[in-house]
T-cell receptor
Framework: NAGVTQTPKFQVLKTGQSMTLQCAQD?????MSWYRQDPGMGLRLIHY???????DQGEVPNGYNVSRSTTEDFPLRLLSAAPSQTSVYFC???????????FGQGTRLTVV | GQNIDQPTEMTATEGAIVQINCTYQ??????LFWYQQHAGEAPTFLSY????GLEEKGRFSSFLSRSKGYSYLLLKELQMKDSASYLC????????????FGDGTTLTVKP
């Protein structure tokens, strides 16, 4: 019963590097989202998806790309890492927009 | 857009009752979530309100007034393990997959 799995758990990048944060869920949920959480703050929505092949921007999409080729996977790509992207990233999934979201354990990203 | 306000910090005593408020101003509304987040962990779901009134779930209750743009989370019989951040999130009225979170309220329960 894995739920939502994020990899890696920790990552250090140099400014300008690119990388992909992986997110997979095994609950057959249609809705998936990526959030970032900075110290002492709530979650800010980066991108979200309401089904395979459908993605949309959230509050803070700049510098990030997503795709949703399958129901299970929703990877987040950092195109050219910047120190401002140092944060904790959470992936979440839900059956619908009106049901509880299940979160992955987070990826702690540091950009130096 | 959405604007969500919660107190930054609250302190309460073990065994007591605490109420955490959340006010919102939104361009559209389709429900309000409460999540609990322990330090260094992922958020976990507590409640969802879409209609006015009180939803009770064990020691936790959540209230919504859509006309006032107001919700609260009520925690009874506080335990030390309730020390955590409590996040209020408003579901967008037009984009079904979109929820906006407040900055959270950090609750400290003291013996």
């Amino acid at each position: 019963n894995a739920g939502v799995t994020q990899t890696p758990k920790f990552q250090v990048l140099k400014t300008g590097q690119s990388m992909t944060l992986q997110c997979a869920q095994d609950m057959n949920h249609e809705y998936m989202s990526w959030y970032r959480q900075d110290p002492g703050m709530g979650l800010r929505l980066i991108h979200y998806s309401v089904g395979a092949g459908i993605t949309d921007q959230g509050e803070v999409p700049n510098g990030y790309n997503v795709s949703r080729s399958t129901t299970e996977d929703f990877p987040l790509r950092l195109l050219s890492a910047a120190p401002s992207q140092t944060s904790v990233y959470f992936c979440a999934s839900s059956r619908t927009g009106a049901t509880e979201a299940f979160f992955g354990q987070g990826t702690r990203l540091t950009v130096v | 857009g959405q604007n969500i306000d919660q107190p930054t910090e609250m302190t309460a005593t073990e065994g007591a009752i605490v109420q955490i408020n959340c006010t919102y101003q939104t361009s559209g509304f389709n429900g309000l979530f409460w999540y609990q987040q322990h330090a260094g962990e992922a958020p976990t779901f507590l409640s969802y309100n879409v209609l006015d009134g009180l939803e009770e779930k064990g020691r936790f209750s959540s209230f919504l007034s859509r006309s006032k743009g107001y919700s609260y989370l009520l925690l009874k019989e506080l335990q030390m393990k309730d020390s955590a951040s409590y996040l209020c999130a408003v579901r967008d009225g037009t984009n079904a997959g979109k929820s906006t979170f407040g900055d959270g309220t950090t609750l400290t329960v003291k013996p």
